[in-house]
């Protein structure tokens, strides 16, 4: 079950942020406006990516000599050191959100939705390239556990996000609060990079 806990969190960690696509399901929530397909839509499209990402890693598992092993390592700490950064970034910045009261048809509602998921890079470069790489090294039942947690996280974010979104709007804008909320990502995806550049080292 810690794989599963790992998972969790660090899928948490990595969706907890205001983005494009988090901003919209909020939108959504305070509009009332299709609330559950938007979050369906996002917490499957997580899940698929997710194990994709897993899959694809196991797959090509084989084929990782020690020098690809180490690239991928390498790679995967200055995704985090990146990752860390913005977040660090972040806590100076203050975003605007727009919660008009615009009526979109349900048919452009999940075209929306589909194109702030699949056309948003961080979506591919958090789910396939990160969870898969951090989980490339997992016996085969770790990596569902893994992915199961994630996908969780995915699944109550979104729908903890639309759902209460219009109880908790002052504190959702509240730049104070998001600024607490990253604090915590930053201190935990930093034990994570350290995690990986241990690996590196033992790599070279």
Partial sequence: ?????LGFLTGLSLILAIGAQNIFVMEQGLKKQYIFIVCLICSISDLILI???IFLFEYFREFFTKSIELTLNILLFIFLVY????????LYKKSDLNFGNDILSLKNII?????????????YSDTV???????????INDKILFGLGAS?????FFFSLGYLAKFF???????KTWKT??????????VLSSYVFLDIIDLV
């Fill in 152 to 156: 969780l996280a995915s699944f109550l």
């Fill in 111 to 123: 075209i929306k939705t589909l194109g702030f998921t699949y056309l948003n890079p961080h979506v």
């Fill in 1 to 5: 079950m810690s794989f599963l806990a």
């Fill in 169 to 175: 709007s002052s504190y959702l804008i509240d730049s």
């Fill in 181 to 190: 909320i990253n604090f915590f990502i930053i201190m935990f995806m930093t």
């Fill in 51 to 53: 194990f994709f990402g």
């Fill in 83 to 90: 990752f860390i950064y913005n977040k660090i970034r972040s």
């Fill in 129 to 139: 390239f990160f969870l898969g790489n951090f989980s490339k090294n997992f016996i």
